[in-house]
């Protein structure tokens, strides 16, 4: 499992910390962060600019492309009712006026709404959607790191219309959060699954490392490289497949030349 | 099937929205500016998005009609195409879409009205001439008809235009639209086949061959045109022994004689567009076969790329006259 929680405030974070078991990972981090076998949770604080901070944070430490991220926090809407969970398809930056698509890949049964995310607490609710402060931010910053499916938001409904926002506290969005568990639980596997599917899906060549270490690999020989090894592994799998014999190459333009006698002698002419 | 609809703003009283809209009571609506939006952004995976696509329903304000590429045809002077839907129900592993669109999202532009008076502009700047329309260059024709009703519109419009000729391309067995109305002089439905083994390890969620034929078989009787489209040619160890029995099923169940075309072509792929390919099933055998990149294109070594078309020309000799083969080569 392989995914990043990025929550706005410490009472959100709580309910996640306890239900994943997540420990403090270093406690002279610029930022709270919590992590186990592969769940990562940042307390950003609150805005655009913070959002963004940590999710770039979270990235710098791990430099790992197409993990999955998940921001969970709650937020105000225009009708749903108080409690209620949704994955968010559409996010919308008040300021700029920009929107973001998240695709909806995950097979779940999980309802999903759109998000409007503004610079100052919403109070009018005008539209029936979210109203939060970080998704835009978050998510314009993750899909830096990652591809769009693997970048997903989870709100709650903390405040309508009805339900005036000044009565949120710690409490509230703590037991509001804590109350989804069983959802963001599915959600927090689903989308860690679909992102080892893409990362499994770049897997190094098992001799790549040893060939980069022994000769002196050009940037595009470099390419070269990985592909016909991994053409080899495709085409002799293994047993059949042992490492290729190089031994007596003296430089990186004999292993490409090698490589590719071995890779075309695989096929049967007709 | 389809759980998300985006639809543009401007479109949302549609009669096509509004129809699609009633057949899928459950999917998510969501309303975007234009379609672009949400299917052009960088960030996204189409191997991942194809597992569970969404339907887009669009307006193509312009570029409705464009020419077809060089080797496209089948017979003709002019050819044309033009694309109501944007990538297709199935999930072949060589489709040249995958390099072209970071997203697998369906794209239905709903203006057909449109499309049709383009349609009717460039055959009236070919007077007295047969022009050529084809319709699944980058979707299938008719694997999403049920949703669509592309042949509910198009054909009746194109009965009255007897100078212009259109091919539906499919590997779909929707074809009940077709069957319920009388066959056309001017429209061709071309099917495109692999040997069932390769269709089984490359063409996901197609129709295995033998449905298909079914298909195409049904429409024979009914009086429409056909065509068989061996395009791509893949090449395996035995590719010999798959297209000989390939050839011999297809030519078992059709009536020659009542075939409109058979064309063929091996596989190939622009450069950038194989990249793509490669790194989005960089563990796929057949983009790790014999191939060679020349002025742009990938294709299979050329020996071995000359030697599969020549022996399937020759297969098909067997069964069908000269004049009806059409060779499909896009790097001439």
């Not at chain 2, 960089?282 to 050329?302: N, W």
Request: net charge neutral.
């Amino acid at each position: 499992m392989s995914i990043n929680l990025v929550v706005a405030l410490m009472p959100e974070a709580k309910p996640l910390i306890s239900h994943f078991d997540l420990a403090a990972v270093n406690t002279r981090s610029p930022l709270p962060v919590f992590q186990r076998d592969g769940i990562r949770l940042i307390v950003s604080g609150i805005g655009a600019a913070a959002a963004a901070a940590a999710t770039g944070y979270l990235f710098a430490q791990q430099q790992q492309r197409d993990l999955a991220w998940l921001n969970v926090g709650v937020a105000g809407h225009g009708c749903l009712a108080i409690g209620e969970g949704r994955l968010i398809h559409k996010i919308s930056e008040h300021n700029s006026g920009r929107n973001w698509f998240p695709p909806q890949t995950l097979k779940l049964g999980v309802a999903s709404d759109a998000l409007n995310s503004v610079s100052r607490i919403e109070r009018r609710y005008a539209q029936p959607q979210f109203y939060d402060m970080e998704a835009a931010a978050y998510y314009a910053t993750a899909c830096r790191f990652s591809s769009g499916e693997l970048v997903q938001c989870f709100k709650i409904v903390s405040d309508n219309p009805s339900h005036p926002v000044d009565a949120v506290n710690a409490d509230t969005a703590r037991t509001l959060i804590g109350a989804q568990m069983k959802s963001l639980d599915r959600v927090v596997t689903a989308l860690s699954a679909l992102s080892d599917t893409a990362i499994k899906a770049v897997t190094e060549p098992a001799a790549l490392d040893a060939c980069l270490s022994r000769w002196s690999f050009t940037v595009t020989q470099q390419n070269q490289l990985y592909r016909l090894l991994q053409r080899l592994e495709i085409l002799e799998p293994a047993p059949a497949n042992k490492a290729p014999d190089l031994g007596h190459c003296q430089s990186a333009t004999a292993v490409l030349a090698a490589l590719n006698r071995q890779v075309n002698q695989l096929f049967v002419q007709p | 099937m389809i759980d998300h609809i985006y639809i543009e703003s401007g479109l949302r009283e549609h009669p096509r929205v509004v129809e699609i809209k009633q057949r899928y009571t459950s999917a998510t609506i969501v309303e975007c500016d234009r379609y672009g939006e949400v299917f052009n952004p960088k960030a996204q995976n189409f191997r991942l998005q194809k597992s569970r696509p969404a339907l887009i329903l669009a307006d193509k304000p312009r570029g409705r009609v464009q020419q077809a590429p060089a080797g496209y045809g089948i017979g003709g002077d002019h050819h044309y195409y033009f694309s109501h839907m944007l990538n297709c129900l199935y999930d072949c592993r060589y489709c040249f879409l995958q390099g072209m669109y970071r997203s697998a999202h369906y794209v239905l532009f709903v203006n057909y009205e449109d499309f049709m008076r383009d349609i009717r502009t460039t055959l009236a700047a070919h007077p007295g001439e047969d022009v050529w329309f084809y319709s699944g260059y980058d979707c299938d024709s008719l694997a999403l008809e049920p949703v669509s009703r592309f042949c509910d519109y198009f054909l009746p419009e194109f009965a009255g235009l007897p100078h212009a000729k259109l091919e539906l391309r499919t590997k779909s067995t929707q074809v009940r639209g077709l069957l319920k109305q009388p066959a056309m002089d001017n429209v061709v439905v071309a099917f495109s086949f692999t040997p069932q083994e390769v269709s089984a390890a490359l063409e996901h969620k197609v129709p295995s061959v033998q449905k298909r034929l079914d298909a195409m078989l049904q429409l024979q009787r009914a009086g429409w045109q056909l065509g068989l489209r061996f395009d791509p040619v893949i090449y395996s160890d035995n590719f010999k022994q798959q297209y000989r029995e390939l050839f011999a099923q297809v030519f078992a169940t059709l009536d020659v004689a009542l075939l409109h075309s058979v064309s063929i072509g091996a596989f190939r792929l622009p450069k950038q567009f194989f990249k793509t390919l490669v790194r989005l099933h960089p563990h796929e055998a057949l983009f790790a076969g014999p191939l060679r990149e020349e002025g742009g294109m990938v294709s299979y070594q050329q020996s071995l790329g000359t030697e599969m078309i020549d022996f399937c020309t020759e297969e098909l000799a067997r069964y069908i006259p000269q004049a009806l083969l059409f060779p499909c080569d896009y790097a001439a």
